[in-house]
Structure formats: C-alpha cells, structure tokens
C-alpha cells in the first residue's frame, strides 16, 4: 500500500523544503507533487487562490492534483504533497484514499517567523504580508485537526525532515478515508 503524505501550512513555513528532504531520503519509491505548480499551470483566467472568487478553481486544482496524487499511489509510488490545503480541502482526498494510506502534517510556525521565512523566499513566490497573515490564521484553529500541527519555529529544514518523518512513522497523523 502507498503512503500519501499531505504537507501543509501557511505561505512561508517550509512546505516545499521540507517536503523536497523528505522525498529525497525517503525509503521507498517516492514522488514529490508541488501544488503550485498547478496553479502556475492556468496561464489565461488565474486567479490567486487567496482571493475571493478562486474558489471555483481552487476545487478543479485540488481535483486534479488528488487525480494525480491517486495514479501515482496506485503505481505504487509514496507521494508527499506539499501546498496550501486546509481542511477545508481534504474531503477530496479522503474521498480518493481507498488504497492507500494518508497522513496530514500542518507546519505552523508563529507568525513572526512565518513572515520572516516568507521574506526570503524566491522571486515570484508570495510575499505580500497581508495574505500570509490571513493564511496564517486561517491555520490558526484546526479543530479537531489540531494534534496535526507541529510549531517549527525553533526549527532549520533539516530538523523538521527528522521531525516529520518522525511523526509519519509513528502513525499518529493517519487520517481516515
């Protein structure tokens, strides 16, 4: 059986990193989905994600990206997938996660780190304070997902690999189909 693992958090807090670390030393076959790269893929009509009115393309994103998540899982491939999903997003992947198992993992650094991170991150990635706050808290409270969050504040990209792998081994952060 696949393992999927789902890496999220705010803008800034070392999803694409981390992610990148923990398919690269994985043991098993594994692939590494980005989501934004499937945003980037709308080249007429985008609308950042963050703004109202995205959404109706948000869901088509995270359908097709759950498209490709559920054929490379059942090629038999481990998937770790990084980006901005919320519980608001994971029905879709429950719903797709009969063969194969899911773990849900939520970087939540604090926000002055956050933005910090976000401060330095690449040319064309988001650096606008406003829409990290507001992403920030929208990871603020997750509810019944909160034993799912880790603070990585204190952590380098190294330390939170360990600290994922660690969690992902450990079965705690399974979600159910």
Do not use: C
């Not at 934004?36 to 109202?52: M, N, Q, S, V």
């Not at 997003?89 to 899911?102: E, H, K, V």
Request: charged share 20%; proline share 6%; glycine share 8%.
């Amino acid at each position: 059986m696949s393992n999927v693992l789902l890496l999220t958090g705010p803008p800034g807090s070392g999803k694409t990193t981390v992610a990148r670390l923990v398919a690269t030393d994985a043991p098993r076959p594994t692939v590494h989905v980005t989501t934004d790269e499937f945003y980037r893929a709308i080249r007429t009509g985008f609308i950042a994600p963050y703004l109202p009115g995205a959404q109706r393309q948000n869901e088509v994103v995270v359908d097709v990206i759950v498209a490709t998540v559920s054929v490379y899982a059942r090629g038999g491939y481990d998937v770790v997938v990084d980006g901005i999903i919320g519980p608001w997003f994971l029905a879709p992947f429950r719903a797709a996660a009969r063969d194969w198992s899911m773990s849900y993992v939520v970087l939540r650094p604090d926000l002055a780190t956050t933005l910090e991170r976000a401060r330095s991150r690449a040319a064309g990635e988001l650096k606008d304070v406003a829409a990290i706050t507001g992403l920030h808290g929208a990871f603020a409270d997750l509810g019944e997902l909160e034993p799912h969050a880790i603070d990585t504040s204190a952590f380098d990209p190294a330390a939170t690999a360990a600290e994922v792998r660690k969690i992902v081994a450990s079965g705690d952060y399974l979600l159910g189909a």
